[in-house]
């Protein structure tokens, strides 16, 4: 069996992922960053924009001086004050590379930088030749690449690989292109450059459609081996492609991604919780593999097939991400086997009848509190049944701590959240499931 083939991974956080707005950090955060990131093991750090400021000069020369596995890569315009700066702040760097980048649609040629395509066409060569001269690996963006005539850039990219570039990144500026369109601009690229065979294809998509990772997909399919993306999918406006959505994606479909990469899975929750602590913008719900609900269930007919087995609604463990364990949320879809298995955790056991008065109250409440945490729940048995009379406890009663919490109505947050597969009750001993024709009701409840 052969190898699979090999996708680098380039990670901007600390460049385009700052210009997110808010998302600036000082030279200690960046380190702090670059750390985790060197430890996540992505193979390229572009750690900033040297020419943009003292402060990102400094940041990139620190980090160069310090994270010694990675390639540290510094971003300069095509002109020499740039490339000299950028190469200035990487000289200590063990792997160092120059990121230059133009703009070659003509959109941008009239309307911002005021030149012709053919001033394009020599300001890319020469700014390559020059970098080269100065640093053995050179990367070269056409900006706005996804809106520029093919046969234009095919002429650039021509351009610079004769000049020396080693990686051609083709950018999804502002999010415009679509999969198959973008697939197809990659085969075009890897057919009609002169020399591409001895050079790495890059993308690099946005997020303004939503399609930054599917883009990125789309290019590894056509031949790109090298994908420029951020943790959390930080970045300008709606941000670049999510780092750890791309690595996922192909380890939990290799019969469609047959390829692999140098991350550690296990450190992408720990990277997204760094980023999300360094910045104070917090990581949406709903984001997918590092948001807080990518591995929590609340509706009755998930839970009760999770608790029978986590693959009927996980395509891959929590674990794998770094993520402790998966969740079951309490709340107004929840099933009564959710309900019950955290009362057993809570140190009581139900009879079928006395579950279902709880049921139908803990339901109501849900209604009104969305989330039941589990000082609800106490206050609600104890509201519901005398634990002497209704419930068994469990080898012990309910820890001093839990009862005070439910008769001061306490609204701290939550001791524990439901979590598999420690089922197990107040003593730690292991709790089954009970099987029975009632099951069924948990299916009432939505998908």
């Known amino acids: 069996m052969t190898d699979r083939v090999r996708i680098t991974v380039f990670d901007t956080s600390l460049r385009d992922g700052e210009q997110s707005p808010g998302c600036s950090m000082n030279q200690q955060e960046k380190l702090r960053l670059a750390h985790q ?32 596995r990675p390639i540290i890569a510094a971003l300069a315009r095509a002109c020499r004050p740039d490339i000299e700066r950028a190469w200035q702040a990487l000289e200590g760097a063990a792997r160092p590379r120059i990121h230059v980048f133009l703009a070659t649609s003509d959109i941008h ?14 300001q890319a060569r020469d700014a390559v030749r020059f970098a080269k001269s100065l640093c053995d690996d050179v990367e070269f963006s056409p900006e706005d690449a996804t809106r520029t005539d093919p046969d234009f850039l095919c002429r650039v990219l021509d351009a610079v690989v004769e000049a020396g570039a080693s990686t051609l990144n083709i950018p999804d500026t502002v999010g415009y292109t679509m999969p198959t369109e973008f697939g197809d601009l990659i085969a075009t690229i890897r057919r009609r450059v002169r020399g591409i065979e001895k050079v790495t294809i890059s993308a690099h998509c946005h997020n ?93 007919i998930h839970q009760d097939g999770v608790l029978k087995n986590p693959l009927t609604y996980e395509i891959m463990t929590p674990q794998s991400v770094g993520v402790p364990d998966s969740t079951l949320v309490l709340g107004k879809h929840s099933g009564r086997h959710a309900l019950a298995m955290r009362c057993e955790q809570l140190g009581y056991q139900f009879d079928r009848r006395a579950l279902d008065d709880i049921y139908r109250r803990f339901v109501r409440l849900a209604d009104e509190i969305k989330h039941v945490e589990d000082h609800h729940l106490l206050e609600l048995i104890r509201d519901t049944h005398k634990p002497t009379a209704s419930a068994s406890p469990m080898i012990e009663r309910i820890p001093a701590a839990f009862a005070a919490a439910a008769n001061a109505g306490s609204h701290e947050p939550p001791l524990k959240p439901l979590v598999f597969p420690a089922a197990e009750n107040a003593a730690g001993l292991p709790v089954s499931i009970p099987a029975d024709h009632h099951e069924q009701e948990d299916y009432l409840w939505g998908v």
Do not use: W
Not at 233 to 256: H, Q, T
């Open 37 to 68: 990131l060197d430890r996540l093991g992505v193979d390229v750090i572009e750690a900033g924009f040297p020419i943009a400021s003292e402060g990102d000069f400094e940041a990139v020369r620190a980090i160069s001086a310090v994270v010694r």
């Open 109 to 122: 040629l009239q309307y911002k930088l005021r030149m012709t395509r053919d001033e394009c066409l020599a």
């Open 208 to 300: 303004d459609l939503g399609l930054a990772v599917a883009n990125t997909l789309a290019a590894i399919a056509a031949g790109a081996r090298q994908v420029e993306c951020t943790i959390n999918g930080i970045g300008e406006r709606a941000g670049n492609a999510s780092l750890e959505e791309i690595v996922m994606a192909m380890r939990v479909r290799p019969d469609r991604y047959p390829y692999e990469t140098s991350v550690v899975g296990e450190h992408l929750f720990a990277a997204s919780q760094l980023l999300s602590e360094i910045t104070g913008v917090p990581v949406q719900p709903n984001k997918a593999i590092t948001g807080r609900n990518a591995f929590a269930h609340e509706a009755g």
